[in-house]
């Protein structure tokens, strides 16, 4: 019999260890990039004037070696936001890539677009938890650590000017992973969820919790006691005073 581990349309729709009726979670897509400098000196538009990320991101073709810093081959640029063992791989949903063709009228949307490494299938920022124990292929296990939160790069990829602002308004920013098991990863790999410890904290409800963080800092106390979110996160929300 099938035992492996799908999520629910709900996190609360979950157990460990049972087959829920859903799609299948898998990975779609592996994308990995390096740094580049882009835009001109010259520009009048901010959104063109020099910068350097390492946000855009090409899909591997076969198997790559996924290490406990991240993808072999890939890079970030500022390492205060990106990467580390905390934030070793970035995971956005498949299914977003859909709504942001027909919300922004572009067919130029890809996996890695949003600057992903691992593009997914069958979740979402409200079926994702921190602390989910995931494992992959025949060896890999992951563990979410925190939401992702765009910077302006996104903007400057896409010529949106309120990119940003649009991704959290709509609460698609995807989610970080730490690694917790090496191996080998693969584009159509299963992905099966090993544990589930804080339901309580979706991808989303987290996301919302450190942007109200200034008028709750009581829910945000809370999330910093949460013992699978990142580091950077916990020191950023345990310096607020309890409301």
Known sequence: MDTSTYYGV??????????????RIEVVSIQ?????QLGQAAAEDPLDRPWTSAIFKEPVDGRVWLRAVGLKGDAQVDRRYHGGPDRAVLAYAASHYPAWAA???????????FG???????????????????????????EVSQPRMPCQNLARKLKVRDMVKRVE?????????????EGWLEAGQRITLLARPYPE??????TRAYKTRGRDSAGAARLAQ??????????????????
């Open 226 to 243: 949460c013992p699978a979110l990142s580091m950077d996160w916990k020191d950023r929300l345990s310096r607020l005073p309890v409301s």
């Open 103 to 113: 919300e922004l009228e572009r067919d130029d949307l890809s996996p890695g677009t």
């Open 32 to 36: 990995i990039g390096q740094p580049q």
């Open 169 to 181: 308004a709509l609460g698609r920013g995807g989610w970080y992973l730490r690694v917790l098991n």
């Open 10 to 23: 709900n996190s609360g729709d979950l157990n460990v260890g049972t087959r829920m009726a859903g799609p």
């Open 201 to 206: 904290w979706t991808i989303r409800d987290a």
């Open 116 to 142: 992903e490494n691992l593009t997914i299938a069958g979740v979402t920022e409200a079926t994702v938890c921190v602390g989910d124990r995931l494992a992959v292929g025949a060896g890999v296990v992951l």
